[in-house]
């Protein structure tokens, strides 16, 4: 680590490593600021960020519309949130893990399976409880969501780590960052947890995009644990969002996209406390994802009247009812189908074989039993490239 890399202020909290790396040292973050953070160049799309949240919050009053919140944006979170750290799946694989019995899943889609219903649960605790959301114990339960099924993990998920380490560089001797070691681990995440609760003065002098980029700065320049530290410091975000009473947005799609300008403005806030740079680039990615959100509902709501082109069904009908659903399942079993609308199995195959028969539906794996059947032409346009155009069939 390159200490002329560092302000004067972060320099001043260099404290010697412990064995075998005593010829290092490591930061001891100082608290989150709870000062106005100055924006410079990031003003302008700091006011577009403000100003697209309410846009989302508008949506969210006046229509019930899936996709304000929904369990693919979700997933689509955790897969790229994973992605940044290696961990590789696909939206149609997490997908079908979640319809079918996963016992043959591989164990980077089952990871981002936990993820997700990390998310999908912990979500609507966080707008029911609020800021006191926040404590070590959710930290804690985060990273076994997230780190449990990876065999690799050499820790006890949830537990933080007793070892030194270090960001950037496969030695210590050519790191970007040092966290503090680990003795101090505990009480620098308290700084963290406590700036969450937002019990201090930033809930008067910062705005929610300022804290959500101070506090994911702040608790990666802990990394609490040996793995798994920036799903966690992702995961927070929306949790963040939530817990202040705003419709949470998803923002690793976009991260995943502008990984070196992420990487950046971290650096930037951990080693020069230039937090405006993170809260720009934060503001930056809210107005690009609600950009992406406006496209995808369009998107699907085009697909939709170009199925009814093809076939008029009947108002009501078991068909027309799944249509519905499939810009949030589209990946489904017959069985799992029939429990959503509340019909019979025979009621569910009925509409899936019309559906099939439209070209909506596709068979995915050649059985007679248990069958999982993907509206992949919804598929291919949640699975597109973050900023691309949707794609859409003729017909």
Same mark, same amino acid.
């Given at each position: 680590?390159?200490?002329?890399?560092?302000?004067?202020?972060v320099?001043?909290t260099?404290?010697?490593?412990?064995?075998?790396?005593?010829?290092?040292?490591?930061?001891?973050?100082?608290?989150?600021?709870?000062?106005?953070i100055?924006?410079?160049?990031?003003? /302008?799309?700091?006011?577009?960020?403000? /100003?697209?949240?309410?846009?989302?919050?508008?949506?969210?009053?006046?229509?019930?519309?899936?996709?304000?919140?929904?369990?693919?944006?979700?997933?689509?979170?955790?897969?790229?949130s994973? /992605?940044?750290?290696?961990?590789?799946?696909?939206?149609?694989?997490?997908?079908?893990?979640?319809e079918?019995?996963d016992?043959i899943?591989?164990?980077?889609?089952?990871?981002v399976?936990?993820?997700?219903?990390?998310?999908?649960?912990l979500?609507?605790?966080?707008?029911?409880?609020?800021?006191?959301?926040?404590?070590?114990?959710?930290?804690?339960?985060?990273?076994?969501?997230?780190?449990?099924?990876?065999?690799?993990?050499?820790?006890?998920?949830?537990?933080?780590?007793?070892q030194?380490?270090?960001?950037?560089?496969?030695?210590i001797?050519?790191?970007?960052?040092?966290?503090p070691?680990?003795?101090?681990?505990?009480?620098?995440l308290l700084?963290?947890?406590?700036?969450?609760?937002?019990?201090?003065m930033q809930?008067?002098?910062?705005?929610l995009?300022?804290?959500?980029?101070v506090?994911?700065?702040?608790?990666?320049?802990?990394?609490?644990?040996?793995?798994?530290?920036?799903?966690?410091?992702?995961?927070?975000?929306?949790?963040?969002?939530?817990?202040d009473?705003?419709?949470?947005?998803?923002?690793?799609?976009?991260?995943?996209?502008?990984?070196d300008?992420?990487?950046?403005?971290?650096?930037?806030?951990?080693?020069?406390?230039?937090?405006?740079?993170a809260?720009?680039?934060?503001?930056?990615?809210?107005?690009?994802?609600?950009?992406e959100?406006?496209?995808?509902r369009?998107?699907?709501?085009?697909?939709?009247?170009?199925?009814?082109?093809?076939?008029?069904?009947?108002?009501?009908?078991?068909?027309?009812r799944?249509?519905?659903?499939?810009?949030?399942?589209p990946?489904?079993?017959v069985?799992?189908?029939?429990s959503?609308?509340?019909?019979?199995?025979?009621?569910?195959?009925?509409?899936?074989?019309?559906?099939?028969?439209?070209?909506?539906?596709?068979?995915r794996t050649?059985?007679?039993?248990?069958?999982?059947?993907?509206?992949?032409?919804?598929l291919?346009?949640l699975?597109?490239?973050f900023?691309?155009?949707?794609?859409?069939?003729?017909?």
């Amino acid at each position: 680590m390159n200490r002329e890399a560092l302000c004067h202020a972060v320099r001043q909290t260099l404290v010697r490593l412990p064995a075998p790396y005593e010829s290092h040292y490591g930061i001891v973050p100082l608290p989150p600021p709870e000062e106005p953070i100055a924006i410079g160049d990031g003003r /302008a799309v700091m006011e577009e960020a403000i /100003a697209a949240l309410r846009e989302v919050e508008t949506l969210a009053r006046e229509i019930s519309d899936p996709w304000i919140i929904s369990r693919i944006i979700a997933r689509q979170e955790a897969l790229s949130s994973s /992605a940044i750290e290696g961990t590789n799946s696909t939206l149609d694989e997490v997908l079908s893990v979640e319809e079918a019995a996963d016992d043959i899943a591989r164990n980077d889609a089952r990871q981002v399976r936990s993820y997700a219903l990390a998310l999908d649960r912990l979500v609507p605790e966080a707008r029911a409880v609020g800021h006191n959301i926040f404590s070590l114990d959710l930290i804690r339960q985060l990273h076994r969501e997230v780190m449990r099924d990876n065999p690799d993990y050499q820790d006890n998920p949830g537990e933080w780590r007793a070892q030194v380490v270090w960001i950037g560089g496969r030695s210590i001797e050519h790191s970007t960052l040092n966290p503090p070691p680990p003795d101090r681990v505990e009480g620098c995440l308290l700084h963290t947890v406590d700036y969450l609760r937002n019990q201090g003065m930033q809930a008067q002098t910062q705005n929610l995009l300022t804290r959500m980029a101070v506090a994911h700065a702040h608790f990666e320049a802990v990394h609490p644990f040996r793995d798994g530290n920036g799903r966690v410091g992702r995961l927070l975000l929306p949790l963040i969002m939530a817990a202040d009473g705003r419709v949470p947005l998803y923002l690793s799609p976009y991260i995943e996209a502008r990984k070196d300008r992420y990487y950046a403005n971290l650096k930037a806030a951990q080693q020069q406390l230039n937090w405006g740079a993170a809260a720009g680039f934060m503001a930056e990615a809210v107005v690009a994802t609600v950009q992406e959100l406006n496209a995808t509902r369009q998107a699907l709501r085009h697909l939709r009247m170009l199925w009814l082109e093809r076939r008029k069904l009947r108002g009501g009908s078991s068909a027309l009812r799944t249509l519905n659903v499939l810009s949030d399942y589209p990946v489904l079993t017959v069985n799992r189908l029939a429990s959503w609308l509340d019909i019979t199995f025979p009621a569910a195959a009925k509409a899936v074989d019309t559906l099939v028969s439209m070209g909506v539906l596709t068979e995915r794996t050649g059985h007679r039993r248990n069958r999982l059947f993907a509206a992949t032409e919804v598929l291919s346009i949640l699975n597109r490239p973050f900023g691309t155009e949707p794609a859409l069939p003729d017909r």
